[in-house]
């Protein structure tokens, strides 16, 4: 059974600042995914990634994979107040997208 | 352009009614889903399709059916609604190939009460 995991569920942190978070998955996966969803809306997509080793970065955000470690992270670097919402990693195996619980990431000004 | 839809936006019913969630997409995925999210649970997957006729069920498919007649549509149907179920619920789709992304709908907020 395909199983998430994210962490730390929770991150209060200054401007400014670089921090990471993670993501375990406990199968071998087709894809992973990076998702932002603001309070009351719906999900954006941020990142696919396909293979061991890649690395895809949109302005302070950057996404890699290690599919031998089953971990995928999300680095922040330099935070700005707009990057607070939360971050949900999801793994594709067989197109049955499994979510992890989230990221509430509150960045304070 | 294409986009994906879901309606009602918000949703109160009774214990024991059966409720339908409509989802429409127009970019022609073969992919569809139907996700809750609750808190501390983040998304789980309710039920997929990988295509007219098809459907399978995911981690929390109790409770809850879906057919797909046609590309376009897959609706979510509560047989008999219980207030475990009050919740939001996201509807997605993809086409299912490399580097291909999902696409979100903007939610259903149901209440059970």
């Known amino acids: 059974e395909l199983k998430v995991e994210q962490n730390p569920l929770f991150l209060s942190m200054q401007e400014g600042k670089n921090y990471t978070i993670y993501c375990n998955y406990s199968?071998?996966?087709?894809?992973l995914y990076w998702y932002r969803q603001d309070p009351g809306k719906s999900l954006e997509s941020l990142f696919v990634l396909l293979s061991n080793g890649a690395v895809k970065q949109e302005g302070r955000l950057m996404a890699s994979l290690d599919t031998k470690a089953r971990l995928s992270t999300l680095h922040i670097t330099a935070a700005v107040h707009d990057l607070s919402a939360t971050y949900f990693c999801?793994?594709?195996?067989?197109?049955?997208?499994?979510f992890g619980k989230g990221t509430r990431l509150h960045i304070l000004p | 352009d294409a986009e994906i839809t879901q309606s009602p936006r918000h949703k109160i019913t009774e214990t024991g009614r059966q409720v339908t969630l409509a989802c429409h997409q127009t970019?022609?995925?073969?992919?569809m889903f139907w996700y809750r999210q609750d808190l501390g649970h983040g998304l789980r997957l309710i039920h997929y399709?990988?295509?007219?006729?098809?459907?399978n069920k995911g981690e929390v498919s109790d409770g809850y059916s879906v057919s797909r007649s046609n590309t376009e549509d897959l609706p979510l149907t509560l047989e008999s609604a219980a207030s475990s179920q009050t919740s939001v619920y996201f509807c997605a789709s993809n086409a299912g190939g490399i580097q291909d992304e999902q696409y979100f709908g903007p939610g259903t907020r149901l209440t059970v009460t």
């Open positions: 199968t071998t996966s087709d894809r």
């Open positions: 970019w022609n995925h073969n992919n």
């Open positions: 399709s990988y295509g007219v006729q098809d459907t």
């Open positions: 999801a793994v594709d195996r067989d197109d049955k997208i499994i």
